[in-house]
């Protein structure tokens, strides 16, 4: 049953999304857009520098595991503590930098969520 049902909406929304122009669809969907306003709200400026800090963390990691993947593969096993080091290191600022981000959401001046 629920298979049915989530087949039917994603029906309706691929549907609606192709033809949102037509006024009968309007109307269709003008219930669902009014609760989405509702329920949700434009982020404020610490959750965004929360959103910057965190994508910065994955790409970064992304782009050290692909150009150190292959190199730290062949290194002896000497070479590898080195480069975890070279990894924690990093990720200490990163994790200083997310600290710094929590100590301003748990600031008395910033938003509560």
Not at 59 to 68: D, E, H, L, P, V
Not at 85 to 108: C, G, H, I, N, T
Request: proline share 6%; aromatic share 8%; charged share 25%.
């Amino acid at each position: 049953m629920h298979a049915l049902i989530a087949g039917v909406a994603f029906e309706f929304i691929r549907l609606s999304g192709r033809y949102a122009r037509h006024p009968i669809v309007r109307v269709l969907v003008w219930p669902g857009l009014q609760f989405q306003r509702l329920t949700t709200r434009e982020p404020d400026l610490t959750m965004c520098e929360i959103a910057i800090a965190a994508l910065e963390r994955v790409a970064w990691m992304r782009r050290w595991s692909r150009s150190n993947a292959r190199a730290t593969a062949f290194l002896p096993s000497g070479f590898r503590p080195m480069m975890d080091r070279a990894m924690q290191e990093a990720l200490k600022k990163v994790e200083e930098r997310f600290a710094e981000l929590d100590r301003l959401l748990s600031s008395p001046k910033s938003p509560r969520i």
